[in-house]
């Protein structure tokens, strides 16, 4: 598992003191507002301030001061310690799923996760394997997710 996890994009900067507006890959935005720490191409930057604003998190950088610096870290993928994210029992980073093996309730393996999209408020697993399938990731049809032992097990309808 990776020390540094991608969390979001830096897509603009916002206002003209140096604030930036990150496009959160989390759950949600308030997730990231909980760091005082992010980092940019290996590193550290402080985060003097961040709020949510219409779905993305504004934040504020120390020693980022004018919307020049802010411009220049534009299109820079943002990073979080992995050590720094404490996580509620039982949840997990979507990076630490990615090509684990996908296997059906008698065990079988039907391929490899490959991504999981986000169309909307539901997830969906797209599995790799003989063919390709996606599967909403919702406890109907995911019984197990183990990353320890390298796999999700999964229950399948008829048509899937």
Known sequence: ?????????IVNTHGVHGE???VPWADSPDFLCRFSTLYLDGRALS????????????ARFQGVDT???AMALKGKTV????????LPEGAFFLADI??????????RTLGRLKEVLSPSRQR???VEGAREMMIPAVPEFILETN????????RLIEGM
């Open 1 to 9: 598992m990776n020390e540094f996890l991608d969390c979001g994009q």
């Open 20 to 22: 930036v507006r990150i």
């Open 47 to 58: 985060v003097t301030s961040s709020r949510v604003h219409k779905g993305s998190v504004v």
């Open 67 to 69: 919307v020049e610096q």
């Open 79 to 86: 990073q979080l310690r992995r050590a720094d994210a404490k």
């Open 98 to 107: 990615i090509g684990l093996d996908v296997v059906d309730e008698d065990g």
């Open 124 to 126: 969906i697993y797209v």
């Open 147 to 154: 990353i320890a032992s390298g796999y999700i097990k999964v």
